[in-house]
């Protein structure tokens, strides 16, 4: 932990080297977001609800799926980007250092610039905690916290899913990003309104339902069983199988030559 | 002109290199087709009244976004010209006895037409032989179909001529990124990429569709649903002229001053 806490400063450091840059690149974050912001804005100005849900009902979902992506992102970024890692040998380097693999490769890289889109995910969390109608307490609230941090672990996982693709492909899957960036993108409406085919795929395939949809159900108080609120833990357990096929991969991982 | 169609030929073989990507990204645009139909019609059902598109207008807009994505999207930026601009490399270009506006709009324009003949043909084809109102529809009419090919043809030639200007810009910025960022948001949402125009209010629909931005990929995909039609198809083809003169003329400008006091950095 000390140990990460110290690359967590290195990164810091190096990326307050190029101030203007990072703030930049915040910003631009802060903007694509911004955007899809405006998006669901203007499509309540017009329709109000949607499949019964209100808008900052949706406004918290999107809350909810924007800050556990963003979190993801900025801390398991080493897996997003480790197509990278593989194709220059850096991974090579990895493999004879003393210390787990895991660790190493989370430390490789942590992306503050994301950091924008956190801070507009906040934004949008104090609009709607107050105003969606929940009776908040703090069993409920704790449940909140439990959907941003099991969806943190299940796109965790799915970046662990897409390195593990990377060794047999020693290159990016560009449509492993339906998988994160289109969750990213639709898990901004409450996951029911695409209808019970895409709900089915969302609970059991890649459990986004699990800590987006259904414990959000029992907060605005469609669904009366409290054990909803408890299933992002469950949608945790995404990550072992993830884990497992990472490490099948490593197995059969031949360097990529010099 | 010969050489600005080589300049446009090696462009587009070059980008019709990538076949695996562009596999990925007919998979990626299905996924994506698919979930924006499920969300348009959810708020369909939510109130049918408040719909401001045809349902079946609406399902070709979204699979003609789909299928043209790379064509249109804000994103398609060559970094090799920002980086040449920031590296000082540039300076070879401007030895050329080239235009260096026509030889970079030539390879834009080349570059979106080729990443997008890759991606189109499996998208729209699918895509037709899914069930009314979610799959693509015929277009409305010959005089839709002739005014969509005339529209998507002025749009591409826009989108380019609004690059250039980014493009030029990095010349006095240098650092192009914070105009990059700026430039991609703004068009994203002003286009009609983040959700069709017709579903933003009323009331700044008028002010909307004046904008460059509206007749970009708006236009040609309105059109061949029949959402625009008649006289307004005229006035919108319209607009996408004066649009692509203006930008066209504004960048051109732009080179011009350039030339005159260009700095290129580094030794």
Known sequence: ?258 | MKKYWAFFRMRFINGLQYRAAAWAGVVTQFVWGFMELFLFDAFYRADPSAFPMDQQALASYIWLQQAFFAMFTSWQWENELFDSIASGNVAYELCRPVSIYNMWFTRSVARRLSRAALRCLPVLLVASLLPTPYGMGLPDGPEAFAGFLISMVLGLLLVSAFSMLVYMSAFYTISSQGIRIVATNLMDFLCGAIIPLPFLPDAAQGILALLPFASMNNAPFRIYGGDIGGMEMAYTIGLQVFWTVVLVAVGKWMEQRVKQKIVVQGG
């Open chain 1, 1 to 258: 932990m000390k140990l990460y806490w110290k690359h967590l400063q290195m990164h810091l450091q190096s990326m307050m080297q190029y101030k203007t840059s990072f703030f930049l690149t915040a910003l631009g974050q802060f903007l694509v977001s911004f955007n899809v912001f405006l998006g669901i804005y203007f499509m309540f100005q017009r329709f109000h609800q949607v499949a019964g849900f209100t808008y900052s009902q949706c406004l918290l979902c999107f809350a909810v799926t924007l800050s556990s992506f963003t979190l993801a992102e900025v801390f398991f970024r080493g897996f997003d980007t480790f197509a990278s890692c593989i194709a220059n040998g850096e991974f090579d380097r990895i493999l004879v250092r003393p210390r787990g693999l895991v660790f190493q490769v989370i430390c490789k890289k942590v992306e503050l610039t994301r950091l924008g889109k956190l801070l507009q995910a906040l934004v949008i969390f104090c609009y709607a905690v107050p105003n969606c109608g929940v009776e908040w307490n703090g069993i409920k609230i704790l449940g909140l916290v439990l959907m941003v941090l099991g969806g943190t672990v299940v796109f965790a996982s799915l970046f662990v899913l897409y390195a593990g693709i990377c060794f047999f492909t020693l290159e990016g899957l560009e449509f492993m990003n339906v998988f994160t960036d289109g969750a990213k993108e639709f898990g901004k409406y409450p996951l029911g309104i695409y209808g019970k085919h895409i709900l089915v795929i969302c609970t059991f395939l890649v459990p986004y339902a699990l800590f987006q949809y259904y414990p959000f159900l029992y907060l605005i108080g469609q669904r009366s069983e409290a054990g909803f609120l408890f299933l992002p833990l469950l949608s945790c357990l995404f990550s072992i199988p993830c884990y497992l096929f990472w490490r099948w991969g490593l197995r059969h991982y031949q360097s990529t030559g010099s």
